[in-house]
């Protein structure tokens, strides 16, 4: 059993900057791959991060790369997302989530076991 929760979501002009970050706990947080996707009204949830178990390697949606940053940092349990450049385009809710570190499908909400809450971002013009 995994419990993630978001924090660092708000309101921000288009330009600007958030750093979402997303703490777990329940189970050795080092074991789990993490992702983080978001969904706007409207439309599916859609894919955003993704960082394996180690940290070395990620992944991004096209949408949001050279934009956005994953990391994580497994002593503090947690996983951040860097936002930068935002657009209102990037307004939704973002969720995190945790999955066994290996196998694939990692831009594939269903490969995933354990969800946070959510946080909403939210881009104006």
């Known amino acids: 059993q995994v419990q993630l929760v978001e924090s660092g979501g708000g309101l921000v002009q288009a330009g600007g900057s958030l750093r979402l970050s997303c703490t777990a706990s329940?189970?050795?947080?080092?074991?789990?791959?993490m992702g983080w996707f978001r969904q706007a009204p409207g439309k599916e949830r859609e894919f955003v991060a993704h960082?394996?178990?180690?940290?070395?390697?990620?992944y991004y949606a096209d949408s949001v790369k050279d934009r956005f940053t994953i990391s994580r940092d497994n002593a503090k349990n947690t996983v951040y997302l860097q936002m930068n450049s935002l657009k209102p385009e990037d307004t939704a809710v973002y969720y995190c989530?945790?999955?066994?570190?290996?196998?694939?499908?990692?831009?594939?909400?269903?490969?995933?076991?354990?969800w946070g809450q959510g946080t909403q971002v939210t881009v104006s013009s």
């Open positions: 989530a945790a999955r066994v570190s290996s196998g694939s499908g990692y831009a594939k909400s269903d490969t995933y076991e354990y």
């Open positions: 960082i394996t178990w180690r940290g070395t390697i990620t």
């Open positions: 329940g189970r050795t947080f080092s074991s789990y791959a």
